[in-house]
């Protein structure tokens, strides 16, 4: 497709800002790069630019729109309040995200995934079912590869599977997926959104160009999924841990059970305790991608196949080691409070927790109710909180009359010995911080290495 602007400015040299200017280069597209930051990573990816002769801007505070400039690519991370982009709605300036840049060079079928939790484990399963039934597909977005590589690499018969977030959503204007997925909707990023209003309203986004011969793929099981279906300008495909008539895709006498078979024919995908995936959470993700798999044509044997044989990704429910007859699990990417309830509903045997991190704005009050709960029937033999929310997340415990185990930690290697010192024979240390890790972690993953580098050590494995 051919873009015609003059001079496009690239707002974040983040992984998707980067393959953005580097698709505008090869364009022929004039284009200025800005960051606020300046380390290493930032660097060599500003070198390879400045080989390319794209201007780079580091260390930039104060970023300005060149006057020139006729298109900002944000990056996820910049707010959508922010002064810059102010600055171009002032001046009619349009803004994209990397998804929306992305679009415009997509050859093939395009499923989009979004939702607060379970995309990226959505996403996988639904490539792994596409090229277990030999259709190709490359799992993008913020699962790994950007979209706008991943277009530029992707042949015409291939399928993406893109994860989306509702900062990339915030900022699309033709973006429309063939196929697009809403798993749930939770409290999160309110250092971002303004309210839970306003975060639904960009998910709601994911459907904004979609139209009759497309499909949306929701969870009936939550409440806010429905509500948001109802403007949905496509047909929606419902599925839910119910029987339920409205649903195409559900569970009926432990089995799970699809309307969406050749011409509407009913097809069975399989026990529900034949999945490889812990957790109702994951029987709801389960059902999203056979739902995709279906639409898309993939029979049932494939998605059967394919749903009993994938265990999980790393940092979510991860089981680690065993030491001293307790079981430690990395749950890492649980950045919010819901996912951590998720989690916790994932276990039968009593638990002890490690939480806290970096607080996105969001409350802790279901999540001591459900801690004590747990404790309340024995499921629960402590809590061990650490990182910067730690006294906030003990003064919302405490301040609630709960009384379950509940000691801070100063780091991980505390955190990790104050769990070993609470947890009984049989019990499961899980770390499932319901916060971001940016206070002390670069990413997510990096907190769940180091936590599965400290566990694996106590028996004197080797990461």
Known sequence: MDLQFEHVLVVGLGVSGFESALKLRQLGIPATVTDRGDGAALRSRASQLLESGTVVKLNDTEPSIPADCDLLVVSPGVPKHAPLLASARERGIPIWSEIELAWHFVKGPLVAVTGTNGKTTTVTLI??????????????????????????????????????SSFQLEHIVHFRPGISVLLNIADD??????????????????????????????????????????????????????????????????????????????????????????????????????????LLDVGPASIRKTLSEFEGLEHRIEAVTVYEEISFFNDSKA??????????????????????????????????EALQTRADTGGLHGCVLMGEAASEMNKSFRGRGYG???????????????????AKPGDAVLLTPACASFDAYESYAERGRHFKMIVRALGGEDE
């Open 335 to 368: 950045t919010n409070p819901d996912a951590a309830l998720r989690a916790l509903e994932s276990f039968s045997q009593p638990v002890v927790v490690i939480m806290g991190g970096h607080n996105k704005g969001l409350d802790f009050c279901a999540l001591g």
């Open 127 to 164: 490539a792994r079912i596409l090229n277990a039934a030999g259709r190709p597909a490359v799992a993008a977005g913020n699962i790994g590869t950007p979209l706008v590589k991943a277009a530029e690499e992707a042949a015409a018969e291939e399928v993406l599977v893109a994860e989306v």
């Open 189 to 294: 990023h309110y250092d971002w959104h303004a309210d839970l209003a306003d975060y639904e309203r960009a998910k709601a986004r994911i459907y904004l160009n979609q139209g009759g011969g497309d499909g949306f793929v929701c969870n009936m099981d939550d409440r806010a999924c429905v509500a948001l279906a109802g403007n949905a300008p496509c047909p929606v495909a419902f599925y839910s841990k119910m029987d339920d008539a409205r649903a195409a895709t559900f569970v009926s006498a432990g089995r799970l059970v699809s309307h969406l078979g050749p011409g509407g024919s009913q097809v069975d995908l399989g026990s529900v305790d034949d999945l490889g995936l812990r957790g109702a959470h994951n029987l709801e993700n389960s059902m999203a991608a056979a739902s995709v798999a279906l």
């Open 404 to 422: 379950f185990p509940c000691v801070q930690a100063a780091d991980m290697e505390e955190a990790v010995a104050e769990a070993l010192r609470l």
